[in-house]
Structures are given as structure tokens and as C-alpha cells.
């Protein structure tokens, strides 16, 4: 159980961005102490450099003063001083014959380098030179300078002191290291575990919902990072898939409700004429009933799929340039008839010119299902007004205003949703279409419909269209 559970780790974000900051971190410093290393080594190089140049300088003013004699002595007593295992002297002649130097038991090793005094016969100062000897762990830093006329002295100099603080340097680094990449490590794991709570909350929400409980929410912190960011959106996709969830849900009953009626009525007509009315015309009249209740139901059908593809973009519109003025006045005269026989009476206040590019089927078919409905929902001795014109930003406005039944509050927001019919409506004919049909249409040519009503006083659509331009088609 717990080898799973390492490995599942190996596999998690978290354990991968922990993993990046600790190496990131590990080579930052490594090459930050490789820097130091060198620099360090460089200054005390050149500082026991400048320390062998200073003997060196000192013993040959000795020389031009108080002569041989009086550097052999100073050099006997600083070699005895700092230790005749740390430094050691030679004075040489230009042949590199040594005729000079201190107690070199323990130097023995070192022998005289020809090039170095070739290379100050032929005119150069000083020359360095790095010692590594056999069986012996600490190297040794060699001057050979001029000191006099045909005289030459070689400095010798342990490099044992700056050898061990170099490996305390590195003891201390090793140990420094090994404590701060763990104390990164914890510290990348723990911001790493806080920046990606918030996903674990999405994904523990997610599990929450693929379970059937579509209430829950990402709790958003409002710290406006990423995180949020993703939550918000997160949150957002939710409520819609929720909306859309709740209206096929809706959709659905809708559809069960406005289909199971003519259906029903199929049925019993059938049933009806099965077993009791046998004859020819009988069965005319159950194929005429059964004709007419399925064209019903066709015609909500195809309703539906041309909402849908219309509201999908993938409807057959064919723009050209249409005359609204000219539309809404013969839907006028369409409709008159119809609203002499429900005792209402249609005004239209229509100005001309009002032209939109737009599929003029789809415009007629709109305009007819808002004076339908306004004609349906008024009662007798009513009035519709119809009235267009454009506006100052060049866009068609259509008004179509009734003093029928009106619309309530909690309905006013869902009456554009498809199959949804207020409660006073559901006496009257209708699939709860009609409206949603014209909003898909209005939308499809870069408009919309806004509605304001009052209950028991009537109602107000408008249905605003980019006007036409020259330069306009509807496919902008």
C-alpha cells in the first residue's frame, strides 16, 4: 500500500514541481559555489604571490645595503621563524648553480628549474611556478626572482594552509548544501501543495458532479490569481451545462406534454373507429384526423430543428435586400381578418424606407408569430399597434404592442425559452414556439428581442435589426 502510494506520488504535479524547484535550486548553487570557489582561490593565490614578491623585494634592497652576508643571516632566521617545513630559500648563480639556502631536508625533492632561470637571464622579473611532490598532499608555490647582479633567489612556499581552508570550504559547503536542498525541497513541496489546492478543489468538485450532484461549486478565494481564474471558470461552465441540463430537462417535458395530446387524440380516434365505426367514411375521418394531428406534430418538429439550426448558424439563410415597411404591412393585411374575428382591432403606424439586408422568408416568419401571438392574446375590443422605424445608431426597430393579457414577473425571463407557455396561455392553441422561433431569427440576422409588459395592461416586443448599408451583407 504505501510502495502505490509513492508511486502514485512520482506521477502527481505536485511531486514534479517540487522535483524542478530542488534541482533548479541544487545547480543555482552549485554553480554559485563553484564561482566563489575559484574567486577564493584566485585572491589567496594571489595574495601568497604577493607575499613571496614582498621577501623577494625585501632581501634584494637587503642585498644592495648590507650585502650576501646580511641576506644569508635574515634568511636563516625567517625560515626558522615560520617553520622550515612552510618555506624555504636559495639564492642561485646565473648558471643555476646553488652557492645558498636554508635547511632544505624536507625540500630535497625540489629541484632548480632551468627554464625559470633562462627566463630571467633573457630579461624576465619574476617567474611562478606550481610544485606538486611525491607522497606529500600539500603543493608548493615557487618564486624565482632576480636579487642581484648574477645573482638569483628561489622562495619556496607550503601551500598547506591554503589547502585546508579550502577543504573547510568545501566540508562546509557540502554540509550547507545537503541541509538547504532538503529545507528546498520542504519549502517547494509546501508551495507547491498551496498553489495547486485550488485544483485539487476543481477536481474534487468535478468528482462531486460526474456523481449527479451539479450544485456544487469551486469555492473562488478572490485573489484574482490563476487559480481563481480557473475556478471562476470553471464555476461559470458549471452553471451553464447546469442551465442547459434544467432545459433539456424542461425541453423534454415540454415536448412529452405538446406531443402526448395529439397523439392521444390519434390514438382514440383509431380506437373509436376500430369499434365502433366500421364503415368507409368512418375510417375517412379517422385517416383525415390522424393526417391533421401529424401534420401538427411535424410542424412542431421541424420548428424545432429550424430553431436550432438557426441558432447554430447552420441555417439556410439567403440575405437580400428587404423592405420591412413593405413586410410588416402586408403581414398587416395577412392578419386582418383574423383579428376582425377576435374583435381586435390592428393599427400600423408604418413609416417607409426601412430597408435590412436579411432573408425575407425568415423576416416574414417572424414578423407573423409576434402579431399571431399579440392578436391571440388580446382580448375583444383590443388593440395591437404596429410600428417601425430607424434609429439614431442605424439600426430597424419594430414594435409590436398589445393590450391583452400581459405577462407576470416570474414568467417575463423564460418566455423567449422554447415550449414555455405562461399559465394563462395554456387554453389557447400553440407549441410554445413561436416566440423562441422569433428570437433565433432576430439573433441569426444581428438583432434581438427585448419585451416589457404588465400584467392584465398588455405587451410590448421589440425587435431592433441592423439597418442597410451599402456596404452591408448579412454575413458581417
Known sequence: MYLRRLIRLRHTLTFRLTLWYAVIFTISSCVA????????????????????????????????????????????????????????????????????????????????????????????????????????????????????????????????????????????????MTFLIMLAALVGWFMSRRALSGLEEVTGTARKISDGDLE???????????????????????????????????????IAHDLKSPITRIRGIAEVTLTEDHSLEGYAR????????????????????????TEAGVGQIQPEKVDMSKVLQDACELFQPMAEDSGVTVNCSIQDGN?????????????????????????????????????????????????????SEKDLPHIFERFYRCDPSRSQAGTGLGLSLARAIAVAHHGDISVTSEQGKGSTFTVTIPACRDSRTISD
Open 216 to 254: 456544487k461549486r469551486v469555492p473562488v478565494n478572490q485573489t484574482g490569481d490563476e487559480i481563481d481564474q480557473l475556478a471562476t471558470t470553471f464555476n461559470q461552465m458549471l452553471d451553464r451545462i447546469q442551465a442547459l441540463v434544467s432545459g433539456i430537462k424542461e425541453m423534454s417535458d415540454n
Open 33 to 176: 559555489f563553484l564561482f566563489f570557489y575559484m574567486l577564493i582561490n584566485s585572491v589567496i593565490m594571489e595574495r601568497t604571490d604577493q607575499d613571496l614578491l614582498d621577501q623577494a623585494g625585501k632581501f634584494s634592497k637587503l642585498l644592495k645595503t648590507n650585502g650576501i652576508d646580511a641576506v644569508k643571516r635574515v634568511a636563516i632566521v625567517e625560515s626558522q621563524a615560520a617553520g622550515e617545513k612552510k618555506i624555504f630559500f636559495r639564492i642561485l648563480s646565473q648558471n643555476g648553480q646553488t652557492f645558498f639556502s636554508s635547511n632544505i631536508s624536507y625540500w630535497e625533492d625540489i629541484g632548480v628549474s632551468t627554464e625559470a632561470v633562462k627566463a630571467l637571464i633573457q630579461g624576465s622579473r619574476n617567474i611562478f611556478d606550481t610544485m606538486v611532490i611525491n607522497e606529500r598532499k600539500f603543493e608548493v608555490r615557487i618564486l624565482y626572482s632576480v636579487l642581484g647582479p648574477g645573482m638569483i633567489i628561489q622562495l619556496g612556499q607550503s601551500m598547506e594552509s591554503h589547502k585546508r581552508f579550502m577543504e573547510a570550504f568545501e566540508r562546509i559547503f557540502i554540509i550547507t
Open 355 to 407: 430597408p435590412v439586408y436579411a432573408d425575407m422568408r425568415m423576416m416574414q416568419r417572424m414578423t407573423a408569430n409576434l402579431l399571431d401571438n399579440a392578436i391571440r392574446y388580446s382580448s375583444f375590443g383590443g388593440r395591437v399597434n404596429l410600428s417601425i422605424h430607424t434609429d439614431r445608431e442605424s439600426r430597424v426597430v419594430i414594435s409590436v404592442n398589445d393590450t391583452g393579457i400581459g405577462i
Open 286 to 309: 379517422m385517416a383525415s384526423s390522424t393526417i391533421e394531428e401529424c401534420d401538427r406534430i411535424l410542424d412542431i418538429i421541424n420548428t424545432m430543428l429550424f430553431i436550432s439550426k
